[in-house]
């Protein structure tokens, strides 16, 4: 060994490509120099010093036995493994080699229960031009349950939504997509994806092709029903990657499953957010929508629970059933408890089908399927022998090869002791009668054992003596122990191994035969055990679709109850589902607020005739939550639940689309109006006649009438253009106006008492929703509930006063050249040009001119105002800076502002 042990481990690792590497050295893993450094600080280990190659280097270590825990934490915080094994040549010497390398995505040992998804993502090669942005192939898998998908999507949005969706650990990116920085950072931004670069070579399509196939069945890659070979190189490059890490889970990855978006609601990554499906814009999960209404018994329900969440659907057929399925179960409240009592002792079988396929699964783990294989005929009977017997719930078995599953659970009953050893390799696994060999193994193992046992009582008997017992230890093995009063007189064939205080021990030749022979026997039983145990293990492997069906049939169960417990004990009702254009709601809450606010209930009715309504209220009144209860009601509905409502008929939409207030991109530094402006471009773009789409205050990030500008015509696009279902809050009370001159936008608002009190006005929120626009703004009240000082406050008030008893405002230009632009007109609704013209809009209809509604603004205010927002700082000096300020203050002296 000359390179000495730490120079093996720095070759080791320059090949492992991994962040750091375990090496076994005997009984322990060790890791070495500046990687011990690393794990000692990670996980709280002390590091020991190594000699090495006339070096000294830290190193840290854990036992053989103990490297899972200490694999999957380094794992969980971002570290790839490499596990080099040590194994013994033919001449006795030792080698190491990198069996494993473990990654976010291919952690088989993972103690969190949610879906760990490995993604691919691929784009066309050829992809040069910025116009072109798609298709794009698109693989998910989770190793830990074999589950295994793949999909097309049509551009990087539809993309980096799927893979919000799925909120992978671990992405592998294609060719194309691997310099597509703003694809990467668009995806690893929302998630905590690793980008794993691996060989470009496993996305070849000709390889992709054969991987897949070898996998899934000839064929599968050509009948996956997708347009192009991009799901296929995706799907094939995972599967390559998952076999070069060495986690050996090829049999539990039984299927592949396609699917398309045509089957699903589209939720862009925004909307999956701002609707806090799984977690809150702040990133808990508690007081998430999931969160929410989770009364899963199980991780498996838990999980599908969330894939029903996030990837609700269109297709009636689908959703029809799952709704008699809640309905019935909503219904059968005790046999809903039972059920969900028995599924409480079910195992997680998709994710036992993974460890058993990978070999780690012990006898423990055998026994679990074996119970849960145990439940099947019990949540049959629940389902087949009562009132849910005409539901589709008793189809949810359908898939189960029953037969199949009753022989699996004798074969393992047959097989496994009640109470397995933790170690597979020393026996005392399997029950009588499973093998022949083993049965004749046990039986001399006892007899021998026997004899042993009756050796103390022969011995009184042969030699006289009162003081004897028999034992074992590991240093001396079986002995015999005389009491000390007796010690002397032991025949001479007894010889003396050892004295203690009170006794003596011997040891006499046919002991150390029984003891030899005994020892033979274990080491052929546990030998024998091992073979017997990996055999029983590659059947149940060889069986993974099968558990793989049962773990869904469970989880789907689970899921069913899960949403009929809520419905039942929040008086949830059926939604009755509908063609695209209609949503009706008789007093709907919304979900989570409803836990824990006295809720006051509203109704809302879309239909074609009325499709847009503006909500307007004081802030704090309840608009985004009026909004989002909309949204949310329409997502519950299209995942088959039951939704928070007293009645609710839902027009199935083929997608939502949200953007409300953008806190947190704030907070990451990015500039909130042109992400405001992006979502918004990405809803003009996306949305159909068949969507739904909630604006929550829109433009509100520039200057006001810029902001009034775009609030308006976005209004008139997806008004005339998109055509679809729109709820849009905003303060701009301007844009009410335009209820009376767009057919299908209404008015309504959330309404307040308003109490005068002498001192102020006292306001009361009522949180109910009624006809019609607010008839002012509350923004100077909310300023004085927040301290703004009583001048400010009372200033505000005139100013607004004024600005009321005038019948317009003037948009103004950006810059010195460009003057009065515009000039809205209030009485009329609509933008009129300078000289009078108005602008691609319907006309007015109530004769209003511009010429009577310029504003008399104060023009020497109008110019310091425009001068203000022209002037540019960095190009002046600050002595020309303050000739500016002084002149400006000049101006205004001249102002009715300077009266105050
Ligand atoms: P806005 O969008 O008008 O600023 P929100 O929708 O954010 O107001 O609501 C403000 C608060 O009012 C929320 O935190 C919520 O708890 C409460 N709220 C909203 N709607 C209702 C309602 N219908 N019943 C009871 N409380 C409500």
């Not at 018994?297 to 609700?312: C, D, V």
């Not at 049965?439 to 022969?458: N, T």
Request: proline letters at 3%; hydrophobic letters at 40%; charged letters at 25%.
């Amino acid at each position: 060994m000359s390179q000495g042990i730490v120079g093996q481990f720095h070759a080791l690792k320059a090949d492992s490509d991994a962040d750091l590497l375990a090496m076994q050295c005997g009984d322990f893993y060790e890791f070495f120099d500046t990687d011990a450094e690393c794990v000692a600080d990670e996980l709280d280990l002390t590091t020991s010093t190594k000699s090495s190659g006339g070096e000294s280097y830290p190193m840290a270590g854990v036992p053989v036995g103990e490297l899972t825990p200490y694999l999957t934490a380094l794992v969980e915080r971002g570290y790839t493994v490499a596990v080099a094994d040590q194994f013994e040549d033919d001449n006795g010497d030792f080698y190491r080699e990198i069996t494993r390398r473990v990654t976010p995505g291919t952690l088989l040992e993972t103690a969190d229960s949610d879906a760990q998804y490995l993604a691919a993502v691929v784009a066309p090669n050829e992809q040069t031009d910025d116009e072109s942005t798609g298709p794009y192939g698109l693989a998910f898998a989770d190793i830990t349950t074999g589950q295994f998908l793949v999909t097309e999507v049509e551009d990087a949005d539809s993309a980096v939504a799927e893979c919000y969706r799925f909120d992978p650990v671990e992405l592998l990116p294609g060719p194309a997509v691997r310099t597509d920085d703003e694809f990467l950072s668009a995806v690893t931004d929302r998630s905590d994806a690793e980008v794993t670069l691996h060989t470009t070579d496993a996305f070849a399509p000709g390889r992709a092709t054969y991987t897949v196939d070898e996998q899934f069945g000839d064929e599968t890659a050509d009948s996956i029903g997708l347009d192009s070979e991009l799901a296929v190189r995706a799907a094939g490059a995972i599967l390559a990657y998952v076999a070069e890490t060495g986690v050996g889970v090829r049999q539990s990855m039984t299927r592949l499953q396609p699917y398309t978006a045509d089957d699903h609601l589209t939720l862009d990554a925004t909307t999956q957010r701002n609707l806090e499906l799984v977690e809150t814009m702040q990133g808990d999960s508690a007081g998430s929508l999931l969160a929410t209404v989770d009364h899963t018994a199980t991780s498996p329900g838990r999980r599908l629970l969330r894939e029903w969440l996030t990837r609700p659907r269109r297709d009636r057929a689908t959703l029809d059933r799952r709704l008699d399925s809640v309905a019935a179960m909503a219904a059968a409240a005790l046999r809903r408890q039972r059920l969900q009592e028995t599924l409480d002792g079910a195992a997680d079988l998709e994710r036992l089908a993974s460890r058993v396929a990978s070999g780690s699964a012990g006898a423990n783990e055998l026994l679990s399927i074996r119970e849960t294989l145990g439940l099947l005929p019990d949540i049959a009977a629940e389902l087949t022998d009562g009132e849910l017997a005409d539901s589709p719930l008793p189809s949810v078995l359908d898939d189960i090869d029953r037969e199949a599953a009753a022989d699996l659970r004798e074969t393992l009953a047959d097989a496994i002791v009640d109470d397995p050893p933790q170690t597979v390799t020393q026996g005392e696994l399997f029950k009588r009668g499973y093998h022949d060999d083993l049965d004749e193994l046990i039986d001399q193992h006892e007899a021998a054992k026997e004899w042993i046992d009756g050796l103390a009582d022969r011995l009184k008997q042969r030699h006289g003596l009162t003081h004897v017992s028999v034992g074992r230890n590991k240093t001396d093995g079986y002995y015999i122990q005389v009491g000390q009063s007796e010690a002397d007189a032991v025949p001479d064939s007894f010889s003396h191994v050892k004295t203690l205080k009170n006794s003596k021990r011997f040891v006499i030749d046919e002991l150390a035969e029984r003891e030899r022979e005994i020892l033979r026997l274990e080491e052929q039983r546990g030998e024998l055990e091992y073979e017997l145990f990996e055999e029983l293990r590659e059947s149940v492997a060889a069986q993974s679709a099968l558990l793989q069906d049962v773990g869904r049939a469970i989880a789907e169960l689970d899921v069913y109850c899960s949403l009929a417990t809520h419905a039942a004990s929040n008086g949830w009702c059926r939604p009755t589902l509908a063609d695209p254009g209609e949503l009706a709601i008789d007093a709907g809450r919304h979900p989570v607020v409803e836990q824990t606010t006295e809720f006051v209930p509203n109704d809302l009715q879309l239909d074609r005739d009325r499709g847009f309504l503006l909500v307007t209220g004081p802030n704090m009144s309840g608009k985004s939550t009026y909004m989002r209860q909309a949204a949310l009601i329409t997502l519950l509905a299209q995942v088959g639940s039951f939704v928070p409502a007293d009645a609710a008929t839902v027009g199935v939409v083929d997608g939502i689309y949200t953007r409300v207030g953008a806190l947190d991109e704030l907070a990451q530094g990015r500039s909130t109006f042109m992400v405001e402006m992006q979502e918004l471009s990405n809803i003009l773009h996306s949305a159909t006649d068949e969507s739904l789409v909630i604006l929550d205050e829109v433009g509100r990030g520039t200057a006001t009438y810029d902001g009034i500008s775009i609030a308006w015509a976005a209004t008139e696009y997806i008004h005339n253009r998109i055509g679809c279902h729109c709820l849009f809050a905003t303060h701009y009370h301007e844009l009410t106006a335009l209820a009376s001159h767009l057919d299908r936008v209404g008015n309504v608002h959330v309404a307040v008492a308003n109490e005068d009190r002498g001192d102020g006005e006292e306001i009361t929120f009522l949180r109910t929703v009624e006809e019609g626009a607010t008839d002012r703004s509350y923004g100077i009240h909310v300023a004085d509930l927040a301290g703004v000082p009583e001048p400010v406050v009372g200033r505000a008030r005139d100013v607004l006063e004024k600005l009321r008893s005038k019948k317009a405002v003037e948009a103004k230009g950006s810059g010195s050249s460009e003057p009065t632009q515009a000039v809205f007109d209030l009485s009329a609704g609509e933008f009129r040009t300078a000289d009078g013209d108005a602008r691609e809009i319907e006309p007015a209809d109530n004769g209003a001119n511009a010429a009577d509604t310029t504003t008399d603004s104060d023009p020497e205010l109008e110019s310091v105002l425009t001068a203000l927002q022209t002037t540019d700082i960095d190009e002046m000096s600050p002595v020309e800076l303050m000739a500016k300020v002084q002149q400006w203050q000049e101006q205004l002296s001249k102002t009715e502002l300077s009266e105050h």
